[in-house]
C-alpha cells in the first residue's frame, strides 16, 4: 500500500462496494449501459474516490467534507438499487446485501 489511505477500512469497504456493483450490474441488459447500470457504477465508484481525494488534503476539515460527499453519493446508491429490485434487475437477497453493506459504510464515513 502506497497512499495511507488505502490503510483506511471506510475506503477498503467503499471498494468492495463498488466491486459488488460492477459484478451485479455486469448482467443488466445492454440498453441500461447508459442509464441505470451507469448511473449505479458511477455513483459506487465515487465514495472509494472522495474518501481517497479527501485524505489527500491539507486539514481534517476538508477531509470531513469529502467524507460527506462520499456519504452522498452511497445515498445516490440506495435508490438505484431500489429500482433495480423493483424492475427485476436485481433479486430480493441482492438488494438487502447491498444495503446492508451501505448501511455499514454510511456508518463509517458520518462526521
Known amino acids: 500500500m502506497a497512499f495511507d489511505f ?6 477498503k469497504k467503499a471498494l468492495n462496494l ?4 460492477y459484478k451485479i450490474t455486469a448482467d ?3 440498453r441500461e ?11 459506487a465508484v465515487s465514495i472509494s474516490s472522495n474518501i ?14 469529502f467524507l460527506r460527499i462520499a456519504r452522498g453519493s452511497l445515498y445516490e446508491c440506495i435508490p438505484l438499487i ?10 430480493k437477497k441482492t438488494s438487502e446485501e447491498l444495503l446492508f453493506d ?3 459504510l454510511a456508518k463509517m464515513a458520518m462526521v
Open 28 to 30: 443488466f441488459p445492454e
Open 52 to 65: 481517497a481525494e479527501g485524505s489527500g488534503r491539507y486539514n481534517k476539515k476538508d477531509f470531513a467534507q
Open 18 to 21: 463498488a466491486e459488488k456493483v
Open 102 to 104: 451501505g448501511n455499514e
Open 6 to 11: 488505502e490503510k483506511l477500512e471506510v475506503y
Open 33 to 43: 449501459r447508459y442509464g441505470l447500470q451507469g448511473q449505479l457504477r458511477r455513483a
Open 82 to 91: 431500489e429500482i433495480s429490485l423493483r424492475i427485476g434487475y436485481i433479486d
